[in-house]
């Protein structure tokens, strides 16, 4: 699914077509945050648990690419799991203190951003 670059809001807009615009792939770290925290995940689990919170299908290279700066950021750890009954080893993420504070931040700015948003739709519709 492509991701929309700046002036994507001038495109016909059409329900049928899923895209990512920058607003949503910013939501990324924060959902994975949020899925981690819930319960320790694989990245292949993460990928489906985001489409399923409604963020669509992203392309696999941008979570695990967010996943492996989060970890370098210390907000979570991977170990691999060998307890599969068959296929390869997986990684399994888990959230750290530090992601826990991190979260608390994301909480923190998300409210902020829906008040942001709430103005604006409603300057919108006056």
């Known amino acids: ?3 929309r ?4 809001a001038l495109d016909h807009y059409d329900e049928q077509k899923i895209y990512h ?3 949503t ?3 990324l770290e924060p959902a994975l945050l949020i899925l981690i925290k819930r319960q320790a995940r694989h990245g292949y689990t993460l990928l489906s648990d985001l489409e399923m919170l409604g963020m669509g299908t992203i392309h696999p290279s941008v979570v695990y690419r967010t996943l492996r700066e989060m970890e370098e950021l210390g907000w979570i750890v991977s170990e691999w799991t060998t307890d599969q009954t068959q296929g390869p080893p997986r990684r399994t993420y888990r959230i750290t203190a530090e992601g826990d504070v991190a979260l608390v ?3 923190q ?3 902020k951003s829906e008040r942001l948003i709430a103005k604006l739709l409603q300057s919108v519709d006056s």
């Open 1 to 3: 699914m492509p991701r």
């Open 109 to 111: 700015e998300l409210k």
């Open 5 to 8: 670059r700046r002036g994507w």
């Open 105 to 107: 931040n994301w909480q």
């Open 25 to 27: 792939v910013s939501l």
């Open 21 to 23: 615009t920058p607003l």
